[in-house]
């Protein structure tokens, strides 16, 4: 029986230390292989994040620079009432003229160059009420 148990135990030491090696090898080959795709997948996962917050901080960068209102209309809008008044006293007063003397004035060549940018301020003054009017609401949108 020593010499059963002797052969037994070479035999056994052999087999298991070699299936044991086997093993552990197979074993650290599977967990190589997803430990190296966990970080593939992770590289590619943190890519993919930073890639999607680009367009949000840039959008963040350029709703910082929206301004929160257009500060140049009222003083158009003063000059435009200042030209508007004066124009129309100069056209008065040519009036009057025509008037006192009982005949037509031929319009002097500024007033005629002003009535025709007076006209042209006009409808921008219309247009620039309805660009801020709009520009008001979608500042508020991304405000």
Not at 17 to 27: A, G, H, R, V
Not at 42 to 50: C, F, H, Q, T, V
Not at 91 to 114: A, C, H
Request: glycine content about 2%; proline content about 2%.
């Amino acid at each position: 029986m020593s010499n059963l148990r002797k052969i037994g135990n070479k035999l056994f030491d052999k087999k298991t230390e070699l299936k044991y090696q086997s093993i552990e090898l197979k074993i650290g080959d599977d967990l190589l292989k997803l430990d190296q795709k966990t970080e593939s997948l992770d590289n590619a996962l943190d890519n993919e994040i930073s890639d999607a917050y680009a367009p949000i901080l840039q959008i963040e960068r350029i709703v910082d620079e929206i301004p929160d209102k257009i500060t140049n209309f009222k003083a158009f809008s003063n000059a435009l009432q200042q030209l508007e008044v004066k124009t129309y006293d100069a056209l008065d007063r040519i009036r009057n003229i025509e008037q006192d003397l009982g005949s037509k004035v031929k319009l002097p060549d500024s007033v005629k160059r002003t009535l025709k940018q007076l006209e042209y301020y006009q409808r921008k003054e219309e247009q620039y009420r309805a660009d801020i009017t709009k520009f008001n609401s979608l500042a508020k949108k991304y405000k």
